[in-house]
């Protein structure tokens, strides 16, 4: 195995062994939740577009926004775009219709099923929300290893602002990276925004 990818699935295994333990002491991770949440929703409320168009992601239950983040980015955008992982290992994208408008998925993540779109509806948005097990202060992402986001965000024409969302602890000074991993523009964490040299 390439030392690399080593040092990443050992990072992984340890996050996601924390994420584990922050979710049995639901108060601790329900107030992290409810502030990167609030952090989000008052990031898309900043747009200087009125009516702002994002693509975020359904949070499973260890993930950062679990139960919250969809209800408070609807409240402030004017749509948004959620993925449908493809066997293919590709992302297609669909508009967010509310809880009734969503089902499982392949990965067991939910997903609309409204009419689908390729990865140039990305270039659209005005922000582009995604999940991460941990940042590094270069925007470095480290997800769960499939690279499905790596490849949708390599397939935007134009910049649209990254924004990961992830624990205080979960934002770190070095991750290993390779040249197919895209890095994000800043991560919002319970503690609040912070900018990224990416």
Request: charged share 25%; net charge negative.
């Amino acid at each position: 195995m390439p030392e690399k990818k080593k040092r990443k699935d050992d990072i992984r295994a340890r996050l996601r062994s924390a994420r584990a333990d922050m979710s049995a002491t639901r108060t601790e991770k329900r107030r992290a939740d409810a502030s990167i949440v609030a952090f989000a929703a008052a990031y898309v409320r900043g747009l200087k577009n009125p009516s702002p168009h994002v693509a975020a992601y359904c949070p499973l239950p260890e993930e950062p926004g679990y139960d919250y983040l969809l209800t408070a980015l609807a409240s402030q955008a004017a749509s948004i775009l959620l993925p449908i992982a493809m066997p293919s290992g590709a992302l297609e994208w669909a508009p967010y219709r509310g809880q009734s408008d969503l089902e499982s998925g392949t990965l067991g993540i939910w997903q609309p099923t409204g009419p689908r779109h390729g990865n140039e509806a990305l270039a659209r948005c005005d922000a582009i929300f995604l999940p991460a097990l941990a940042i590094d202060a270069n925007g470095n992402r480290l997800g769960k290893g499939a690279g499905y986001y790596d490849r949708a965000l390599a397939g935007i024409k134009g910049h649209v602002p990254v924004i990961a969302l992830v624990y205080d602890h979960e934002l770190i000074d070095e991750l290993p990276s390779n040249e197919f991993d895209i890095p994000v523009d800043s991560a919002i964490t319970p503690a609040g925004f912070h900018d990224l040299q990416a």
